[in-house]
């Protein structure tokens, strides 16, 4: 049996295994019913991209030539880990550089278990991403005033040559706003912001008594800031929703960065990998008032020094490259040094460099220290490691396919093989604009192939939910899943601590499923949910990796393991 259920049955099935409040199911007779109570809002696209960070818009552009667009998004259009972005775009410019040195490099980062079929396909296609970008107008910074082709090259830690195209410290703002204002142009392009998707239409078909199969992805519900549930119909679905540093109580990621796309892509079906890879960016700034403020690793790069204390340096102890060694090394060396002096954090000191370098170079992170009390020119920078990157993610092939048709997924909601075990420095923002490339012509290709029809909607139903008066249950379960994933599957994880995490996982997600089936849905409702289905997904691949690698560090299994040797790939039952 195939196609969209009668709504009893596909009802047990959704309250058994994937909770959600909507019905996958078309009763013509329901249907008319329903829609007469329910304010429904109805999309028919070509391309829904869900996510408008460097990925999502990168893909937008490309795919706006073959048919039309919408990009749904959650908050502000430029709201995205991408305007954040400090360091830069890695690449091989630089005569001295080779592809080659670079996809060493994110191999050596990647501990095993990156693929090389994606690592050299990433790297080689980076010249002309940049060049792309220089184009639609980004101006990134060169060593000459308005030379755009001499341009300068930072370093970062873990790369053998300086290859990091950058704008000053404030690439990614550059970068979002060359895209949108290209998106702003186009006839064939709508932006939907503050409307925040909820979960993905799939359209499934019954592969046993007790289990169904998602088949194929036809678009997703979104939630205004009206609290009206929108329904976008689409030949192709994008997720492009970025990275999920909100699942840690200290990161250095916005506040979008909640894993919905990686959720509702594990509520759909669809196969998960790696998320015990969590990135611990070593420096962010330890001050009292400065939420998730990055210090960029290209401040390592021109030579500051981390030191504790008492000014006493201490990376060459951990690592041979110093500063510059792998993020994972660097971050794991600062908690190890922290938890044996008992301080609250150490110190990055650039002040020996030329002040007015300091200031050209870092504007940025100059400024907001100041704004904090502290003139980096003159003194070092109090800071802390914080979850900064998901290495793992949805599950795509080399085109951005996952593991259900016609849905793809790019930038960081995305696990390509690209980064392994650990990601190389600045391979992030080249990664999502190789693959939303890639991704924008195996979809209109897809487009052009596939059935012209797109199927009848269901409708989205709140069945009696009603508005919550117990807000503060929302605000105590965020604080304890990004307390506890912390405390115990943070930068040094044990299986004590694990299991730990585990037991509380498995409480607060029913009492959050509870909670959602019973109350209307909200945003931070909808955020809450897919933090704690993010939290479990780490959760349950860190438990499966008897091993220490790259990023994942178990004490109770110090060393690599052959066996280990393999994604972890989840998927739901
Ligand atoms: P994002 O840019 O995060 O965009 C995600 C989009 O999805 C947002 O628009 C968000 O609102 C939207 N969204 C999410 N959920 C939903 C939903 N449910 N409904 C609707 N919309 C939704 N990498 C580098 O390579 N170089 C760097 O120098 C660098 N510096 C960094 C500095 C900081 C402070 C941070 C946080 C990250 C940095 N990174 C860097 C990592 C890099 O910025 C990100 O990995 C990259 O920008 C991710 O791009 P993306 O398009 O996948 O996601
Ligand atoms: C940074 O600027 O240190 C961040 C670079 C990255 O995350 O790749």
């Known amino acids: 049996m195939e196609g969209f259920f009668n709504f009893k049955k596909i009802d047990n099935f959704r309250v058994l295994f994937y909770p959600c409040k909507y019905t996958v199911h078309i009763s013509v007779e329901v249907t008319i019913s329903l829609k007469k109570e329910v304010k429904l809002l109805e999309y028919k696209t070509d ?45 091989v410019l630089a005569p001295e550089d080779s592809f080659e040195s670079h996809i060493d490099d994110t191999l050596n980062a990647g501990a095993g278990l990156c693929n090389k079929k994606i690592v050299k396909k990433v790297v080689r296609s980076g010249p002309a991403m940049i060049h792309e970008l220089i184009e639609l107008g980004v101006q990134f910074s060169s060593n000459l005033e308005g030379h755009t082709e001499e341009l300068n090259l930072g370093r970062e830690g873990g790369h053998s040559e300086r290859r990091i195209v950058h704008a000053k410290d404030i690439t990614g703002r550059a970068v979002e706003q060359g895209l949108l204002d290209a998106i702003d142009k186009h006839p064939n392009i709508t932006v939907y912001e503050d409307f925040i998707a909820v979960d993905l239409f799939a359209h499934s078909k019954f592969v046993g008594p007790t289990s169904i199969e998602n088949e194929e992805v036809w678009g ?7 609290d009206t549930v929108h ?6 679905t994008v997720l492009a929703t970025g990275g999920a540093g909100k699942v840690y109580i200290y990161t250095s990621n916005p506040d979008i960065a909640t894993g919905d796309g990686i959720a509702m892509a594990y509520r759909a079906g669809a196969e998960i990998a790696n998320m015990e890879f969590m990135q611990f960016h070593p420096t962010c700034l330890y001050h009292p008032e400065a939420k998730n403020f990055l210090i960029t690793e290209a401040l390592r790069g021109e030579g500051a020094l981390l030191k504790l204390k008492d000014s006493t340096e201490f990376m060459r102890a951990h690592h041979k490259k110093a500063e510059l060694a792998p993020r994972d090394i660097v971050a794991r060396a600062i908690d190890f040094e922290l938890k044996k002096s008992g301080d609250e954090c150490v110190y990055l000191d650039i002040s020996h460099r030329d002040a007015g370098f300091i200031k050209d170079r870092f504007p940025n992170i100059y400024n907001r220290c100041l704004d904090y009390g502290v003139d980096i020119t003159k003194e070092p920078i109090p800071v802390v490691p914080a979850a900064h990157y998901i290495c793992g993610g949805i599950k795509t092939d080399e085109c951005g396919r996952s593991s259900i048709k016609r849905l793809y997924a790019i930038g960081e909601a995305a696990s390509t093989g690209l980064h392994g075990a650990n990601r190389l420095a600045s391979n992030s923002l080249l990664e999502a604009l190789v693959m939303a490339d890639s991704a924008a012509e195996s979809a209109a290709k897809e487009l052009k192939t596939g059935s012209s029809k797109l199927p009848v909607i269901p409708i989205w139903e709140t069945r009696g939910a009603v508005t919550s008066d117990e807000a503060v249950v929302i605000s105590q ?36 499923n509870e909670y959602y089936w019973d109350f209307k849905i909200t945003s931070d409702l909808l955020e809450l949910r897919n933090i704690a289905t993010v939290a479990k997904l780490i959760i349950t691949c860190a438990e499966t990796r008897h091993e220490s690698r790259g990023l994942h560090y178990n004490i109770d299994y110090p060393g690599r393991s052959e066996e280990f040797l393999h994604d972890t790939v989840i998927k739901p039952t």
């Open 47 to 91: 391309f829904l991209v869900i996510g408008s960070g460097i990925a999502g818009l990168s893909f937008a552009i490309k795919a706006a030539r073959t048919g039309n667009v919408a990009i749904i998004t959650k908050r502000m259009a430029r709201e995205s880990a991408t305007y954040y972005a400090q360091g830069g775009i890695a690449s």
């Open 220 to 226: 997703a519900y979104a939630l205004d800031k009206t």
């Open 231 to 236: 329904t976008f119909l689409s030949h192709i």
């Open 477 to 512: 379960n965020w604080d304890e899943v990004r307390r506890f994933m912390w405390n115990y599957v943070g930068i040094v994880r044990s299986n004590k601590r694990l299991e730990r995490a585990r037991r509380r996982i498995t409480l607060l997600e029913s009492e959050i």
